[in-house]
């Protein structure tokens, strides 16, 4: 990604399967793919004509202008996705210590260590 996506733009995605997640991995591949032969194809139109205005609705250059215009972020929404599934989950804070010897009563409260004294 050229630019990185923040926080408050990411996805919570923490719900999906692994199969889920798998599925969306085979279409962000998919997208790669496609993004690729499409640059592809763009190149060789930029060779080939030289007529800008005819350039840049033959490329789709135009709906990039427009959506730059109409949207705040210029992140794509696979982008986001991709981020999103990439972002490391936060560890959890450590369990409390077990306590031991007060039963459901809480007759004690001390540590296993400090009842066999």
């Known amino acids: ?3 990185d996506i923040e926080a408050d733009c990411l996805l919570d995605l923490s719900f999906l399967t692994e199969e889920e997640q798998s599925a969306i991995g085979e279409v962000l591949l998919r997208d790669s ?3 690729v032969l499409e640059e592809g194809r763009v ?4 060779e080939s004509v ?5 350039l840049k609705g033959l490329t789709g ?8 215009k109409r949207h705040r972020h210029n992140h ?7 981020a999103s599934i990439r972002r490391k989950k936060k560890p959890k804070a450590p369990a409390p210590p077990q306590l031991h010897g007060g039963g459901a009563r809480g007759a004690s409260l001390l540590p ?4 066999s004294l």
Do not use: T
């Open 33 to 35: 793919q496609l993004r």
């Open 61 to 68: 250059d135009w709906f990039c202008d427009v959506r730059a």
């Open 43 to 46: 190149s060789k139109l930029r």
């Open 112 to 115: 296993r260590w400090a009842v």
């Open 1 to 3: 990604m050229a630019q």
């Open 50 to 54: 030289s007529n800008p205005s005819q």
């Open 76 to 82: 794509l929404g696979a982008d986001i996705v991709r």
